[in-house]
């Protein structure tokens, strides 16, 4: 089973959602997160700078 190994710094917890928000975006439509973000109504746009 893999595991998720989720940074501790700051910098590092920063670079993973822009990383997470950039795919988010290119996936545009085909996005896997499209239905949670929407369900619990978070842009991530608006969160990653």
């Given at each position: 089973m893999a595991r998720n190994v989720l940074p501790e710094d700051f910098a590092s917890q920063q670079n993973l959602a822009t990383k997470v928000n950039n795919q988010h975006v290119a996936d545009a439509t085909n996005s896997v997160l499209?239905?949670?973000?929407?369900?619990?109504?978070?842009n991530l746009s608006k969160i990653v700078l």
């Open positions: 499209s239905p949670f973000l929407t369900q619990n109504n978070i």
